[in-house]
């Protein structure tokens, strides 16, 4: 049965929720009121409609996790292409406007125009001069020494830079291939930020940062993602199930890629066909045509290095012209001493 209060019960509630937010005094029934309720916010929310989320928080968490694979994949082609160890993390994952990506970058810098055919558009990567100058020395068989100020590119250094683009956009293509078929084409790359026509200046892009080093020489490869361009991808790898698939596939291309890499790493192998002991005096009057007796026993048999690692022993000949060693026994790997 309902109950009817009076006009000074409800002025009683009434006062007892307006001072709820502080400790009320005991009433005379000796109850007390020591805690108010959580406050529920009846004001407007802000909202930047000029940098909205693009991603949720699992798609950021994905394409981070993506990423990190796609970064350890691509350190390891590079250190294989280079023959010097490249280490490369993942940095921030954010997201801002093409026009606000473009105020980022340096001029002149190292920006890669890729073609994605199967989304409809196109992407950009950005190779910071420092890095990519470090890159080219390295390749033209010097220390990796990054090279002092800023410059454009030269032709020759151009065309070297080509290559690790496309070794790029190789690798980025076989980290999306469990997600989805992406083929990354590369076009070109711009010296003016500006002169790269991949997306409207308004659109939002996702930016995700890599940081590379090499040789104590570090800096950063910016993968410029826009959303109109990557929606349908970006969402194939929020559905559900595709964070277990994402890593397995991801474990099983950085498995896949390793194998390639070291089949086709160029190694040297040298063969130590013996000593001999001269004087300088006979030294400095060798001439072509002189014969060297080697020590008989290392007559008997050669030993091989495989990157100055002694791993063979056999006998030096002459096969098809060539000079040759016929592999007579192999010597098993040293175990590392421990520390």
Known sequence: MAETVDHAQVEEVLDTIEDSDAAAEPASGGMSFTAAAPAIPTGPTSYDFGHPDLLSREQARSMRTLHQGFAQALAKRLSTDLLSTVTATIG????????????????????????VPVLGGRIAVDLNPRIAFS????????PGAPLEGNRALTAIELGLTNRIMQRTCEELGRMWKPIQEIEFSFLSIEANPELARVVNPDEMVVLITLELEMNETKGQMNLCLP??????????????NAAPALGEGEARHVEDALQDSL????????????????????????QEGDVLRITPAAAKGALASIQGVPRMSGVPGISRNRRALRVESVHPPKPESGS
């Open 92 to 115: 921030a994952v954010d997201h801002l406007t093409y026009a606000e990506f473009q105020m980022l970058l340096p001029t002149p810098t190292v920006l890669g125009v890729v073609d």
């Open 135 to 142: 890159f080219v020395d390295r390749i033209l068989g010097g």
């Open 227 to 240: 959303y109109v361009v990557m929606e349908p991808a970006i969402h194939r790898l929020a559905q559900k």
């Open 263 to 286: 089949r086709r790493a160029p190694v040297t192998v040298d063969v130590d066909l013996g000593s001999v002991m001269i004087s300088l005096r006979e030294l400095l009057a060798l």
